[in-house]
């Protein structure tokens, strides 16, 4: 028989929900970011021995290393969507830049790519507004079943920014999408950031079905349950496609931060709204999240646009193709033009 803890011993603490969200968020950043790293190499692997996956090859499907890679993200994705069940949008949407720096450093070690002296200032500074949003994060409170989260979800504050979601996206995919959608990235993205808010609270009101069913508590039979589960299944396909279509216009270089700006803003705005992360704080508390949120966005941006000029930098003055179109780096095509100008001019007179 083990001896009765002595008198005035401290129990150890159980983990607070905030502390179970920031570990599934960090977590799940570490596994994402990991993986876009093996997804890359094994595409490298898988062109070397056959046709690229960006000229319609799929022989990456037969490489181990690709697979993992997809594993590792759905893992990281699983963790995302736990982390929401247990700590606020304000604490774990933010986190989501940490899975940049993952790729930046194991892509320095991994793939040999430089890591650039404002890439390192653009992870420092997502690191320290990380942290300063951890420290200063509202303890939220936990629905106790779907019935209460669908009150939160019926108050006349959320129902306003539903409303108002509601009927943007309208405009912009009536109105501003057939006319201004190829000439500018706002139509495409805000339609994305405005249904991706949704999806999110959306996604949080279902963890937390799931968590109580299996704690014995049963959601299945509410009809909210499987409300929310079609509001999140449409807005998530709507999502995607108009994601899709960003990325097809416009440069990912651009996309990525912008997309991240908004989607992040929105999500944490409708958060704040419907589940009310930040009441009873002070207002040095709410505004040393703001801060720390806009310094993670800062480092956000510093880091794709470093990336941006490393791939303006790599197009200076040699390129490799394939079929006229698809660049290719040293390693993978043995065929080079020329594009310099001046080059050629040289070569004339000599």
């Not at 247990?86 to 450093?105: E, K, M, N, Q, R």
């Not at 006229?324 to 310099?340: C, F, P, Q, R």
Request: with cysteine.
């Amino acid at each position: 028989m083990s001896a009765a803890p002595p008198a005035g011993a401290e129990l150890p603490m159980a983990m607070s929900d905030n502390a179970r969200g920031l570990v599934l968020a960090v977590a799940s950043s570490a596994f994402i970011g990991a993986s876009f790293i093996l997804k890359k190499k094994g595409l490298k692997r898988a062109a070397s021995d056959g046709t690229r996956a960006g000229i319609g090859g799929y022989t990456y499907l037969l490489e181990p290393l690709w697979w993992t890679g997809m594993v590792t993200m759905i893992v990281g994705e699983v963790a995302n969507f736990v982390a929401y069940v247990y700590a606020p949008a304000v604490l774990v949407t933010p986190l989501g830049a940490l899975s940049i720096i993952v790729s930046a450093f194991l892509a320095h070690f991994m793939l040999k790519e430089r890591l650039q002296r404002m890439s390192i200032v653009g992870c420092v500074c997502c690191i320290v507004g990380s942290v300063v949003i951890v420290i200063h994060v509202p303890q939220e409170h936990t629905p106790s079943s779907v019935q209460e989260i669908w009150d939160l979800a019926t108050q006349p504050a959320f129902l306003i920014y539903v409303g108002a979601t509601i009927s943007t996206v309208l405009a912009l995919v009536l109105y501003f999408e057939p006319h201004y959608g190829q000439t500018n990235i706002l139509v495409y993205l805000g339609i994305c950031s405005l249904m991706g808010s949704l999806t999110v609270v959306s996604i949080k009101a279902i963890g937390i079905a799931i968590k109580l069913t299996l704690e014995g508590i049963s959601q299945i039979a509410y009809p909210q349950t499987w409300f929310f589960v079609t509001v999140a299944a449409v807005c998530v396909v709507t999502q995607l496609n108009y994601l899709n279509k960003a990325l097809d216009t416009f440069n990912a270089a651009i996309v990525s931060p912008v997309y991240y700006v908004m989607f992040t803003t929105l999500t944490i705005v409708a958060s704040a709204i419907m589940f009310k992360d930040w009441s009873g704080q002070t207002a040095s508390s709410i505004a040393s999240e703001i801060c720390g949120f806009i310094t993670v966005l800062s480092g956000t941006i510093i880091l794709h646009s470093t990336r941006e000029q490393e791939s303006a930098n790599a197009r200076g003055t040699v390129q490799w193709y394939v079929g006229g179109d698809s660049v290719k780096s040293v390693e993978e095509e043995h065929l080079v033009t020329l594009s310099n100008s001046d080059y050629l001019e040289r070569r004339e007179f000599t």
